[in-house]
Antibody, heavy 122, light 107 residues
Framework: QVQLVQSGAEAKKPGASVKISCKASGNALTRHYLHWVRQAPGQGLEWMGTIDPTGGSTTYAQNFQGRLAMTRDTSTKSVYIELSSLTFEDTAVYYC???????????????WGQGTMVTVSS | DIQMTQSPSTLSASVGDRVTITCRATQTISRWLAWYQQKPGKAPKLLIYGASTLESVVPSRFSGSGSGTEFTLTISSLQPDDFATYYCQQYNSYPGTFGQGTKVEIK
């Protein structure tokens, strides 16, 4: 069964950085883009960006330009997101999600990680 | 950015009811639209993509329609497992914006 498994909850102070991992089982990410979506408590879903797990190219939402980085490790089939200069407004559940269509950046997301809660507090 | 607006924000319905949720885009997105179901504490689940194509293992009581700027998600006969929040998402252009969600509650 294809799965995305994310790292555990994080607690950070304002101004710090957080790095979250998303590990795929089997060939879940072969030729599929991996996206990150976040959800603040009680709020809707916000697309953050995407990475090609094979080539490493990235596209980020304008809202996060300059403080967001997505990387991948092909040997471990893992993708990482690092968000810097955290503020209280970054408190949210962060999801990784697989693009449904092979080699297609813009598509629906068919497999989701379980989510990682990031809490920013002083 | 393309804005997605869902209506209603909350919907109270009973088991067996026919339920319709609307999603409108601020500019045309052809049929590049997906619908997701999310239950509390869980990740979203893909129901429909391409505006009307049912994802595998999704029950046939779910259906989607529309193109351009107006789309609908219909549940033909609401089941207890369907009480959840539903989101539309456009993937016509960056960023892939979501609607604000429609919560389907028990009446």
């Amino acid at each position: 069964q294809v799965q995305l498994v994310q790292s555990g909850a994080e607690a950070k102070k304002p101004g710090a950085s957080v790095k979250i991992s998303c590990k795929a089982s089997g060939n879940a990410l072969t030729r599929h883009y991996l996206h990150w979506v976040r959800q603040a408590p009680g709020q809707g879903l916000e697309w953050m960006g995407t990475i090609d797990p094979t080539g490493g190219s990235t596209t980020y939402a304008q809202n996060f330009q300059g403080r967001l980085a997505m990387t991948r490790d092909t040997s471990t089939k893992s993708v990482y997101i690092e968000l810097s200069s955290l503020t209280f407004e970054d408190t949210a559940v962060y999801y990784c999600a697989r693009g449904r269509d092979m080699a297609t950046i813009l598509c629906a997301f068919d497999i989701w990680g379980q989510g990682t809660m990031v809490t920013v507090s002083s | 950015d393309i804005q997605m607006t869902q209506s209603p924000s909350t919907l109270s319905a009973s088991v067996g009811d026919r339920v319709t949720i609307t999603c409108r885009a601020t500019q045309t997105i052809s049929r590049w639209l997906a619908w997701y179901q999310q239950k509390p504490g869980k990740a979203p689940k893909l129901l429909i993509y391409g505006a009307s194509t049912l994802e595998s293992v999704v029950p046939s009581r779910f259906s989607g329609s529309g193109s351009g700027t107006e789309f609908t998600l219909t549940i033909s006969s609401l089941q207890p497992d369907d009480f959840a929040t539903y989101y539309c998402q456009q993937y016509n252009s960056y960023p892939g914006t979501f609607g604000q969600g429609t919560k389907v509650e028990i009446k």
